[in-house]
């Protein structure tokens, strides 16, 4: 069974860094899918930036040259480094590890990011 723990989250000010955690507890982590989510309140969750078993990332637009996703299999954990946080970064954020086949996903408890003044 797979479980994802996220931390790391927190109060920043605008223009502020902030690292986020994601612990995998389970078996051949290297071989998932693992992504970072966030959900702002009344709105839809959305996707934040990925990372593959070959370690290929991809990111929203919107966190383009602000974010970096990496990982360590070594370690079972995926970290989200996020800099020049923007008031519109604030949300819940979400660690996911998607098994490729047959697609199976996971997804952890969230932590929440508030960026303000």
């Known amino acids: 069974q797979v479980q994802l723990v996220e931390s790391g989250g927190g109060f920043v000010q605008p223009g502020g860094s902030l690292r986020l955690s994601c612990v995998f507890s389970?078996?051949?982590?290297?071989?998932?899918?693992m992504g970072w989510y966030r959900q702002a309140p009344g709105q839809q969750r959305e996707l934040v930036a990925t990372?593959?078993?070959?370690?290929?990332?991809d990111y929203a637009d919107s966190v383009k040259g602000r974010f970096t996703i990496s990982k360590d299999n070594a370690k079972n954990t995926v970290w989200l480094h996020m800099n020049s946080l923007k008031p519109e970064d604030t949300a819940v954020y979400y660690c996911?590890?998607?098994?490729?086949?047959?697609?199976?996903?996971?997804w952890g408890q969230g932590t929440q990011v508030t960026v303000s003044s």
């Open positions: 990372i593959t078993s070959g370690g290929s990332t």
């Open positions: 389970g078996s051949m982590f290297s071989i998932y899918l």
């Open positions: 996911k590890a998607t098994w490729p086949r047959p697609q199976r996903d996971y």
